[in-house]
């Protein structure tokens, strides 16, 4: 039990309120609410006042335990040892306010009782005002070491830039360089990049040859043409795709050496648009049979694409679509969405009604959502939306809204059937 749930049990079994303690100490019930909730320390003054109300020793009050051998008469060595440490802490203030405790003044038990705890409460309170000090001070020097710490990983992390671009710079083959993105055909699902490259060191007769690879497509190469300042211009079609790798190889006699331009990671993605829909029914069951009272469609347009042709940066919007609802891989139902351009703009949302009285379900059985789009651009292209699994128990459950398609399979949460 802590110093002040030991405050707390007394004042209770007192029949006292905290504000009613507080009277009789000369304290502030707020001082009291602190001494309970060891927030605070009540000053030596306070726990001998304390100890006479509650009629008990403040080594009782603090949790001192009796030694062994304190039944027997102190020599009058022993007391004026005890009075002499007991007048020492009272002058240094450790009482710190408040009337300061007589000494011991006689031989007894009682009399070395008073002392050791007198002693035992100024030693306990300078202790425990060290260790606070102690705590604020390690907290003070946590502070500081992860300030430090974090300087310090700046530092490292630009020095590291630094060097990493002064060695960049040293083994670059070249002076200059330069992408950037001219044009997307997104019906023809290919790009093209404007190129530009000027070697270190150039030597007569150099070429150049511009590349572009990327993870399902072999090397795209074409030739650059030299222009003034020894720069080298190219114009590279290749497949739209993410993670297309640009580079450029310059070609002498004695060697090629080739210098990657960049990379582009998301030029496919960018170009998609988001989508969210959702199927919301009401159902009726027997034994074995799941029979829909009402199921319907509902979709809305979350953003656009984004792609950049000749003319700068354009959005990519669907035009016409049809939501479509699969059952165990088989279209089941589909109907035109009216108004899908003016959804793609944020405004409203598509809800459509789904012809449920025809369709009886099992456990196993599996319903999918998707919409079939065309966008401004021309392109075709097909979505999930939402999707759900009658269980074993009956009922609908919804299945997880995955961000790519892939080819379809029996694999019913990674695959999709339009895609077969």
Same mark, same amino acid.
């Given at each position: 039990m802590t110093?002040?749930e030991h ?8 029949g006292l309120?905290q ?5 009789k ?6 001082s009291v @609410? ?5 927030t605070?320390i009540?000053e030596?003054? #306070?726990?001998?006042?304390?100890s006479?109300?509650f009629?008990?020793? =403040?080594?009782?009050l603090l949790?001192?335990?009796e030694?062994?051998g ?17 007048r ?5 203030? %450790?009482?710190?306010?408040?009337? #300061?405790?007589?000494?011991?003044? #006689? ?6 009782i008073?002392?050791? %705890?007198?002693?035992?409460a100024?030693?306990t309170?300078?202790?425990m005002?060290?260790?606070?000090n ?9 502070y500081n070491?992860?300030n430090?710490?974090?300087? +310090? ?8 830039a ?5 060695l960049?710079?040293?083994? @670059?083959v070249?002076?200059?360089?330069n992408?950037?993105v ?8 290919t790009v ?6 000027t070697?270190?060191e150039y030597k007569?007769?150099m ?16 030739p650059?043409?030299?222009?003034a ?14 993670d297309?790798?640009l580079s ?7 060697? +090629?050496?080739t ?11 960018n170009?998609?648009?988001?989508f969210y829909g959702?199927?919301?029914? @009401?159902?009726?069951?027997t034994e074995d049979k =799941?029979f ?5 469609a509902?979709i809305d ?6 792609y950049?042709?000749?003319q700068?940066?354009q959005e990519? #919007?669907p035009?016409l679509?049809?939501l ?15 108004g ?7 405004h409203g949302?598509?809800?459509l009604? +789904?012809?449920?009285?025809?369709l ?6 599996k ?10 651009t021309?392109?075709?292209d097909? =979505?999930f939306?939402?999707?759900? =699994?009658?269980g074993e ?6 299945m997880a ?6 080819p379809y399979?029996e694999?019913w949460?990674?695959h999709?059937?339009?895609e077969?």
């Amino acid at each position: 039990m802590t110093l002040g749930e030991h405050i707390q049990a007394l004042r209770k079994d007192a029949g006292l309120s905290q504000e009613e303690l507080g009277e009789k100490l000369g304290v502030a019930r707020q001082s009291v @609410s602190k001494w309970e909730s060891d927030t605070t320390i009540p000053e030596l003054d #306070k726990l001998i006042a304390m100890s006479r109300l509650f009629g008990i020793p =403040v080594g009782a009050l603090l949790g001192i335990e009796e030694s062994e051998g304190m039944d027997r008469e102190l020599t009058d060595r022993e007391l004026k040892a005890l009075e002499e440490i007991a007048r020492k802490l009272s002058e240094n203030g %450790t009482s710190q306010s408040g009337p #300061k405790e007589e000494p011991p003044k #006689k031989k007894g038990r009682r009399g070395a009782i008073a002392a050791v %705890t007198l002693i035992a409460a100024g030693i306990t309170l300078m202790l425990m005002s060290r260790i606070n000090n102690l705590e604020n001070q390690l907290g003070n020097l946590q502070y500081n070491v992860s300030n430090i710490q974090n300087t +310090v990983s700046r530092e490292i992390g630009s020095i590291s830039a630094q060097v990493r671009d002064i060695l960049e710079e040293q083994n @670059s083959v070249t002076a200059g360089k330069n992408y950037e993105v001219a044009d997307m055909d997104l019906l023809e699902n290919t790009v093209t990049f404007a190129l530009t490259a000027t070697p270190r060191e150039y030597k007569e007769g150099m070429t150049a040859v511009f590349s572009a690879v990327g993870p399902d497509f072999e090397a795209v190469e074409v030739p650059g043409t030299l222009r003034a300042g020894q720069t080298f211009t190219a114009e590279l079609t290749c497949p739209l795709t993410d993670d297309i790798t640009l580079s450029v190889g310059f070609v002498t006699d004695e060697a +090629v050496v080739t210098q990657q331009l960049g990379v582009e990671n998301y030029l496919r993605s960018n170009t998609e648009i988001g989508f969210y829909g959702d199927l919301r029914w @009401s159902v009726g069951r027997t034994e074995d049979k =799941v029979f829909f009272h009402s199921l319907r469609a509902g979709i809305d347009i979350i953003s656009p694409g984004i792609y950049k042709t000749a003319q700068g940066g354009q959005e990519v #919007k669907p035009m016409l679509g049809s939501l479509r609802l699969w059952r165990n891989g088989t279209l089941f139902w589909s109907q035109e969405c009216e108004g899908l351009a003016e959804l793609a703009d944020g405004h409203g949302y598509i809800d459509l009604e +789904v012809p449920a009285g025809e369709l009886e379900l099992k456990a196993g059985d599996k319903m999918l959502l998707s919409l079939h789009y065309t966008d401004n651009t021309g392109r075709e292209d097909e =979505v999930f939306l939402d999707g759900f =699994v009658i269980g074993e128990n009956g009922e609908p459950s919804g299945m997880a809204r995955p961000i790519k398609l892939a080819p379809y399979s029996e694999d019913w949460e990674n695959h999709y059937p339009w895609e077969k």
